[in-house]
């Protein structure tokens, strides 16, 4: 069965941005707008909640304790002070609390790519372009800049209402941004996993891991050979029951045997230097043709 795939808009489709404001660094100043880096549209296939009597959708209504359902327009945000005691806060309120300079991107510093780990990405991610003409010569600078210097800029900025973390760097001759989690929100591994345990004499082992590994390892990986594979299987099992068709599930896998470290780590490595050997081989007869 073909399996539809959901094509991207191009061209005259606009973008909204998410934020706009200054970026700034020293005496450097100039205003950029947010654009989010992630298309959703080709994220996660998303279920609604229906009654399965009739099929129509599940809804969720607001409602006040005195005064039953109420709409957006009497929703306000509060501040529980003690048992059942609130205090409304505004919008316009907190955002008084900020002055001018602290609503924009503040870089702090510009550190080498491997100075933040991973693990402080929160997910979010935004690309920074200049907003107006007027941005355009700074912009266009301090890109060149950073990428010549290979340097990222980390800093703070206000976003959605918060104070939050940010990496800014170079991609491609456009800024990214991506949001980072504050070291106190990043739970510690020993709190959530027992010490690991090392084995005695496992050097031999740790060898063909490292053996292992190198073979493994690839300079011109393509991260675009990734495919969401399982979402296709998902779009061809709802186009199947959109048609009353039935769903062949695939064939039980035959589980593997269950080896020794030592055995899995041996075959792992002979499995894939055969696949190396093999795939030099075929670039040469392609060569050679």
């Known amino acids: 069965m073909a399996t539809r795939r959901r094509t991207r808009k191009t061209g005259a489709a606009k973008h909204r941005s998410s934020w706009r404001g200054l970026m700034n660094f020293g005496l450097v100043s100039f205003p950029v707008e947010a654009f989010n880096a992630l298309d959703r549209q080709t994220g996660d296939i998303h279920f609604h909640q229906v009654h399965a009597e009739c099929h129509r959708r599940i809804q969720y209504k607001k409602f006040c304790p005195v005064h039953g359902e109420v709409s957006n327009e009497e929703i306000v945000s509060g501040y529980e002070y003690a048992k059942d005691k609130y205090v409304e806060v505004e919008p316009e309120e907190l955002d008084a609390l900020r002055s001018e300079s602290e609503r924009g991107l503040k870089i702090d510093a510009f550190v080498t790519p491997e100075t933040v780990d991973p693990l402080y990405f929160d997910g979010r991610m935004y690309y920074l372009v200049p907003a107006g003409d007027s941005a355009q010569e700074s912009y266009s600078v301090i890109v060149d800049a950073m990428e010549r210097e290979g340097r990222y800029g980390v800093g703070r900025i206000v976003f959605s209402g918060k104070d939050q973390i940010a990496l800014v760097r170079p991609v491609e001759g456009v800024l990214h941004m991506a949001m980072l989690n504050y070291e106190a929100e990043i739970r510690s591994p020993k709190t959530v996993a027992r010490a690991v345990k090392k084995p005695a004499n496992a050097s031999r082992q740790v060898r063909l891991a490292q053996k292992l590994i190198e073979e493994w390892s690839s300079d ?33 896998e035959r589980p593997a045997d269950v080896l020794s470290l030592m055995d899995a780590l041996k075959k792992s490595l002979e499995s894939q230097s055969n696949r190396r050997t093999k795939a030099r081989g075929s670039r040469q007869k392609q060569r050679s043709a």
């Open 220 to 252: 011109d990986f393509d991260f675009s050979k990734y495919e969401d594979l399982h979402r296709e299987k998902v779009e061809e099992l709802i186009e199947a029951k959109v048609h009353g068709r039935d769903v062949v599930p695939p064939a039980e």
